[in-house]
């Protein structure tokens, strides 16, 4: 397996655009989470699907992030509009719920820059 | 909620030494993950810890939950460059989902 897969890598865009950071989970994980990272707040969980379900999405900083999960293997996080602050690494994660014993398996992140 | 705090916040140690991570939890603990992450890279499960007392090892890395479930510590015996990164510590909840993260300890190993 592959591992769980983001993309962009980078990003950088304009204030008041709109972003989609993308995530395919790992094939069988029926759990998927999407994190933040700053210097400043460390790691945040922003939201997280159980079967594609959004279970909490109380981590979401306002109304302008959205994270879909339409099927098992795709979830996508979107920023409409950007602002600066919105700059961090953003991290998806997977895992098989009654396995947590291997802990969860975490993409390689977005680095998202808001000029 | 439940908060992690980790200390100390960064460490350089000189390549052989030994060193000790904490991760002290505002509740007791159900369990506890340790992970480590390289600069620009996700993070990597290290190991899981349950019990009261529980220790684990993996090659020099050794992490214990004390008795009481609401400490870790993360013990690296003869330290190496390829050990450099951030160690973040992370609740296992009953059933639940890992909801938050200590902020991490920065380690560097020099040569």
């Known amino acids: 397996d592959a591992g769980v897969i983001q993309s962009p890598r980078h990003e950088v865009t304009e204030m008041g655009q709109e972003v989609t950071l993308r995530c395919k989970p790992i094939?069988?994980?029926?759990?998927l989470f999407w994190y933040r990272q700053t210097m400043m707040r460390g790691l945040e969980l922003l939201i997280y699907?159980?079967?594609?379900?959004?279970?909490?999405d109380s981590g979401m900083p306002e109304d302008r992030f959205s994270a879909k999960m339409p099927n098992a293997s795709f979830s996508t996080l979107k920023i409409q509009p950007s602002e600066p602050r919105d700059s961090a690494v953003y991290f998806c994660?997977?895992?098989?719920?009654?396995?947590?014993?291997?802990?969860?398996?975490f993409g390689s992140g977005t680095r998202l820059t808001v000029v | 909620s439940q908060e992690l705090e980790q200390s100390p916040q960064s460490l350089i140690v000189q390549e052989g030494k030994n060193l000790t991570i904490n991760c002290t939890s505002s509740?007791?603990?159900?369990?506890l993950y340790w992970y480590k992450q390289k600069y620009g890279e996700g993070l990597i499960f290290l190991m899981m810890?349950?019990?009261?007392?529980e220790e684990k090892s993996h090659e020099k890395i050794t992490a214990k939950l004390d008795e009481k479930k609401q400490q870790s510590s993360l013990h690296i015996t003869a330290s190496q460059p390829s050990h450099a990164g951030i160690y973040l510590c992370?609740?296992?909840?009953?059933?639940?989902?890992?909801?938050?993260f200590g902020k991490g300890t920065k380690l560097s190993v020099i040569p």
């Open positions: 994660a997977s895992s098989l719920v009654g396995q947590t014993n291997y802990g969860y398996t």
């Open positions: 094939s069988g994980h029926n759990s």
């Open positions: 699907f159980n079967n594609n379900v959004p279970i909490d």
């Open positions: 509740k007791t603990l159900y369990g």
């Open positions: 810890l349950q019990k009261g007392g």
């Open positions: 992370g609740p296992s909840g009953a059933g639940s989902y890992q909801l938050t």
